[in-house]
């Protein structure tokens, strides 16, 4: 049906052919069973069929005209049009027109009927009048194929909610407390499975979900939602479909997980300008909402308490991130949070050009960037390299006791988080075998960098 609609464009002439098919299909099976009952009495079932003119003036009377014959009669009677016996052809002429005008009545009552199903499915109409715009288009542009297929597979997808473009008028046009409730009744459990909102009140959340809401996101198969090593200002919530996430190793793609419904993904670029460490690839046909990192700095001025939580949040997967901080290759989930929570209150500004930290002191500090870059120097400002992908610097030489290797200074404006000797003291203080092993494991990072060093002084 799907493929003689496209071929057909117009879902209003199919509709038509569906209303007169439909007719049919009940005008055969009253039909059917009119000559059932009329068949259980012999002597009133001959009378039946004399009454249709069934046996008039044949011998054998055949299958097609008896069904034939009695098909018409069913529909006449249920158009409300009485059969007319004639005996002269002024009463024929007169039958026929009594037969006519009995159409007429029942053609306006029948378009009548149509006309109030059309107002009560005025919601599916527009979207076949939609479908029916797609269609003209891609026949004027002369788009076809697989292409064609897949656009209004796409269109079927999007206009498969009949609210699809009316969320955010609605949520609009409610007040703050109505949002709200509307809001636990469309998400109940709405970023519950995310860590960067785990320690969050509801109000919180449901000021950002309000935000989401506003910002609904289809997509089709196969599409690259988030991409490895792009940069990124937005996390999705996955409300319908399904998700793949991989990650480039060695050449080869390798599938971490996939994502169902209700889960969440691209936290950590929400807060912190660090680029996607896996992509995202829609599975199917996925409905998601997006939470924009501007909208959520619109909701912490109104929830300043949580700016702290959620920092403590994001600062902690990036210390586990070994791309970005090997120096703590191996740290506990608990000891980066406990790290990530102290760093979360140390917060610092510094301007274009500002020194973050310089070559040959005693590293006292270490430092985790949220927005900006870093300018490197190293070999006593004879070499240096623009750092825009530094995320944390400072961690390798704290650990192993030594003075910081190079001389790092502001690119732009910059804000990071910081970490003093004596905290990750602190943080360590119950565990002091695991600050034996990150030393030692920050003291292999000094050494490699050492060499690496000697060898661009050669």
Not at 64 to 89: E, K
Not at 110 to 115: D, Q, V
Not at 199 to 205: Q, V
Request: include cysteine.
């Amino acid at each position: 049906v799907k493929k003689i609609q496209r071929w057909m464009g117009n879902t209003n002439t199919l509709q038509f052919a569906n209303i007169i098919l439909l007719l049919l299909v009940v005008n055969h099976f009253w039909c059917c069973l009119g000559w059932l009952v009329h068949s259980i009495d012999a002597e009133g079932f001959v009378r039946y069929q004399e009454y249709l003119g069934i046996r008039d003036g044949v011998e054998e009377v055949l299958p097609s005209r008896s069904y034939g014959l009695s098909f018409m009669n069913t529909l006449q009677t249920l158009f409300a049009i009485q059969s007319v016996v004639a005996y002269t052809t002024l009463e024929a002429w007169f039958g026929s027109l009594t037969i006519l005008l009995s159409m007429v009545i029942s053609a306006t009552m029948l378009s009548k009927i149509i006309e109030l199903w059309e107002s009560s499915n005025r919601i599916q109409t527009e979207r076949d009048n939609q479908i029916n715009a797609v269609a003209s288009f891609m026949a004027h542009n002369n788009i076809d194929g697989e292409l064609r297929d897949g656009i209004f597979d796409y269109f079927d997808f999007r206009y498969a909610n009949p609210y699809v473009d009316f969320e955010k008028r609605f949520l609009d046009e409610l007040p703050l407390e109505m949002q709200y409730r509307v809001i636990h009744k469309l998400f109940p459990k709405a970023l519950s499975s995310s860590n960067l909102f785990k320690n969050t009140t509801d109000a919180f959340i449901s000021q950002c979900v309000i935000h989401m809401a506003r910002n609904p996101v289809r997509t089709v198969p196969g599409q690259v939602i988030a991409a490895e090593g792009t940069t990124g200002a937005e996390m999705y919530l996955l409300k319908q479909g399904n998700v793949q996430v991989t990650v480039a190793e060695a050449s080869k793609i390798i599938v971490v997980s996939v994502l169902e419904p209700g889960q969440c993904f691209g936290e950590l670029s929400l807060w912190m300008e660090a680029r996607r460490t896996a992509t995202v690839t829609s599975v199917d046909f996925c409905h998601l909402y997006m939470l924009r990192r501007n909208d959520m700095e619109q909701v912490l001025k109104s929830f300043p308490e949580m700016a702290a939580e959620i920092a403590t949040q994001s600062i902690a997967p990036c210390l586990r991130t070994t791309l970005w901080v090997p120096e703590l290759r191996g740290i506990s989930i608990a000891a980066s949070e406990r790290i990530a929570r102290r760093m979360a209150a140390n917060r610092l500004d510094f301007n274009d050009g500002d020194v973050i930290c310089e070559e040959g002191l005693r590293a006292d500090m270490a430092f985790v960037f949220r927005k900006g870059g870093a300018l490197a120097e190293f070999c006593e400002g004879r070499l240096e390299g623009i750092n825009s992908e530094t995320r944390c610097i400072g961690f390798a030489e704290m650990l192993a006791g030594t003075t910081y290797q190079e001389t790092v200074r502001a690119k732009g404006a910059v804000t990071l988080y910081s970490l003093d000797q004596s905290e990750l003291s602190e943080v360590f203080e119950q565990d002091p075998a695991a600050l034996r092993h990150q030393r030692r494991v920050a003291e292999d990072h000094v050494v490699m960098v050492n060499t690496i060093q000697m060898q661009l002084r050669w």
